[in-house]
Nanobody, 125 residues
Framework: EVQLVASGGGLVQAGGSLRLSCAASGFTFDDYAIGWFRQAPGKEREGVSCIGSRGASTVYADSVRARVTISSDNAKNTVYLQINSLKTEDTAVYYC??????????????????WGQGTQVSVSS
């Protein structure tokens, strides 16, 4: 059974940091890119960042590029998303997803094969 379990969300003050985790199982992790997406209330889901299979590539959305770092621990089948200098506009449910590709992208989320359940990030002012 394929599983993507996102965790690490919570309530933080603006300016703080969070590290989200996406633990994957049920597929060959090394062959898949992992992407992070978020959906704020009343808004469409948008891409945040992704890392290609075996770390072949990394992509960041312009809106978060300076504040976000994505990394992968292939021994743990886990991808991390470090978000620094959190802003209230970062409040959203954050989802991770998997796509079988070395060169990931976040502009088109329809290419992702598997999705996790999401973790809530709330940033207070």
């Amino acid at each position: 059974e394929v599983q993507l379990v996102a965790s690490g969300g919570g309530l933080v003050q603006a300016g703080g940091s969070l590290r989200l985790s996406c633990a994957a199982s049920g597929f060959t992790f090394d062959d898949y890119a992992i992407g992070w997406f978020r959906q704020a209330p009343g808004k469409e889901r948008e891409g945040v960042s992704c890392i290609g299979s075996r770390g072949a590539s990394t992509v960041y959305a312009d809106s978060v590029r300076a504040r976000v770092t994505i990394s992968s621990d292939n021994a743990k089948n886990t991808v991390y998303l470090q978000i620094n200098s959190l802003k209230t506009e970062d409040t959203a449910v954050y989802y991770c997803a998997a796509e079988r590709t070395a060169f990931c992208k976040v502009a088109n989320m329809t290419t992702y094969d598997y999705w996790g359940q999401g973790t809530q990030v709330s940033v207070s002012s």
